[in-house]
Antibody, heavy 119, light 113 residues
Framework: EVQLVESGGGLVQPGGSLRLSCAASGFTFRNYWMSWVRQAPGKGLEWVANIKQDESEKYYVDSVKGRFTISRDNAKNSLYLQMNSLRAEDTAVFYC????????????WGQGTMVTVSS | DVVMTQSPLSLPVTLGQPASISCRSSQSLVHSDGNTYLNWFQQRPGQSPRRLIYKVSNRDSGVPDRFSGSGSGTDFTLKISRVEAEDVGVYYCMQGTQWPTWTFGQGTKVEIK
């Protein structure tokens, strides 16, 4: 079964850091672009970051540039999101998502992990 | 960035009746490769999003054929031919044409009357 399982969310103070992880299974992880997408409480979906198969290309939404870093470990079938200088407006459920080949969109989603930034 | 605008934002429907959601983009979604990267996602209450449609009209595996997508350029539509109880949720359009800043619509909440 194709599956993405996120972990690492929690409560963090403004200005703090958190590292999210996403474990992939059921498919050849190294062959796919991967993404992070977030959803603030009661709000819509927002694309956050993309990463190419070999990490040679990484892209971010403007609001997280310079604060968030997407990375991956193909040997461990894992995707990561290092989040620094967190703000209250970063509070959201963060989803790991696979980019379907040739579709430029997300064909597989994880269950999400909640990040709360509050003092 | 490409702005995606959905309407309506709330859609009360009667079971067994059709439903239609509109999505408009602030610029053409036709890519230089000839494809139009317009997608539709469904998010049921308490669940993760699920892709229904990619490249305007291609249904994902396992998606019932009562769901269909159409449109071109800047105007797109998701139609449900006969709404069932399991279709309740929020539907989002998303453009993947403008790389790499992909954007979603605000979402349309479908509920049963």
């Amino acid at each position: 079964e194709v599956q993405l399982v996120e972990s690492g969310g929690g409560l963090v103070q403004p200005g703090g850091s958190l590292r999210l992880s996403c474990a992939a299974s059921g498919f050849t992880f190294r062959n796919y672009w991967m993404s992070w997408v977030r959803q603030a409480p009661g709000k819509g979906l927002e694309w956050v970051a993309n990463i190419k198969q070999d990490e040679s290309e990484k892209y971010y939404v403007d609001s997280v540039k310079g604060r968030f870093t997407i990375s991956r470990d193909n040997a461990k079938n894992s995707l990561y999101l290092q989040m620094n200088s967190l703000r209250a407006e970063d509070t959201a459920v963060f989803y790991c998502a696979r980019i379907g080949p040739g579709t430029r969109s997300f064909d597989i989603w994880g269950q999400g992990t909640m990040v709360t930034v509050s003092s | 960035d490409v702005v995606m605008t959905q309407s309506p934002l709330s859609l009360p429907v009667t079971l067994g009746q059709p439903a239609s959601i509109s999505c408009r983009s602030s610029q053409s979604l036709v890519h230089s490769d000839g494809n139009t990267y317009l997608n539709w996602f469904q998010q049921r209450p308490g669940q993760s999003p699920r892709r229904l449609i990619y490249k305007v009209s291609n249904r994902d595996s396992g998606v019932p054929d009562r769901f269909s997508g159409s449109g071109s350029g800047t105007d797109f539509t998701l139609k449900i031919s006969r709404v069932e109880a399991e279709d309740v949720g929020v539907y989002y359009c998303m453009q993947g044409t403008q790389w790499p800043t992909w954007t979603f619509g605000q979402g349309t909440k479908v509920e049963i009357k």
